[in-house]
T-cell receptor, first 111, second 114 residues
Framework: QKEVEQNSGPLSVPEGAIASLNCTYSDRGSQSFFWYRQYSGKSPELIMFIYSNGDKEDGRFTAQLNKASQYVSLLIRDSQPSDSATYLCAGSLGGYQKVTFGTGTKLQVIP | NAGVMQNPRHLVRRRGQEARLRCSPMKGHSHVYWYRQLPEEGLKFMVYLQKENIIDESGMPKERFSAEFPKEGPSILRIQQVVRGDSAAYFC????????????FGPGTRLTVL
């Protein structure tokens, strides 16, 4: 079964700290990975996508991909209370293949 | 540049009625995806469509649910003879082409079945 797995949390971090969100996937053929942020009662919002092994940085966010270990992570530096949300990890085989979402990790940033 | 649009935002139906959910993709996007999300749960893939074609409907229940994306007009997710278990948030997403699968989500339709 093709799956994307995340710890549901909640993950609590103090304001200003680094939040580390993790995700594993079971299909070795997966090519593309995405992180979405979803506030309660709202729709998912794309934060980052990553296709290649290594790190990809965008502002306070860094996505990390390790295809050998089938592991994706999202680091949020200088966490703010406004970062409190559920973070969804997703993976795809690419092209016409559907995107599979994890169940999400709830992040709480404590002021 | 308008994003993905969905309507209605909230829909209330009694058991046995039909629900029609509409999705207009972002300008220039020809690929549409429908997802269902129950409270406190993740997104569940339902169907992937291109104009006039269903590409993948592996997540659609076998009965009562159907989807279309006509040449003109929005994509429609249709639920016939709704039951209480159909109550959920239904999200539509779109992507620009078959060369990328980065999806952008609409605001969702919250369906409540009484």
């Amino acid at each position: 079964q093709k799956e994307v797995e995340q710890n549901s949390g909640p993950l609590s971090v103090p304001e200003g700290a680094i939040a580390s969100l993790n995700c594993t996937y079971s299909d070795r053929g997966s090519q593309s990975f995405f992180w979405y942020r979803q506030y309660s009662g709202k729709s998912p919002e794309l934060i980052m996508f990553i296709y290649s092994n290594g790190d990809k940085e965008d502002g306070r966010f860094t996505a990390q991909l390790n295809k050998a270990s089938q592991y994706v992570s999202l680091l949020i530096r200088d966490s703010q209370p406004s970062d409190s949300a559920t973070y969804l990890c997703a993976g795809s085989l690419g092209g016409y293949q559907k995107v599979t979402f994890g169940t999400g990790t709830k992040l709480q940033v404590i002021p | 540049n308008a994003g993905v649009m969905q309507n209605p935002r909230h829909l209330v139906r009694r058991r046995g009625q039909e629900a029609r959910l509409r999705c207009s993709p972002m300008k220039g996007h020809s690929h549409v995806y429908w997802y269902r999300q129950l409270p406190e749960e993740g997104l569940k893939f339902m169907v992937y469509l291109q104009k006039e074609n269903i590409i993948d409907e592996s997540g659609m229940p076998k009965e009562r649910f159907s989807a279309e994306f006509p040449k003109e007009g929005p994509s429609i997710l249709r639920i016939q003879q709704v039951v209480r278990g159909d109550s959920a948030a239904y999200f539509c997403a779109s992507s620009p082409s078959d060369l990328t699968d980065t999806q952008y989500f609409g605001p969702g339709t919250r369906l409540t079945v009484l």
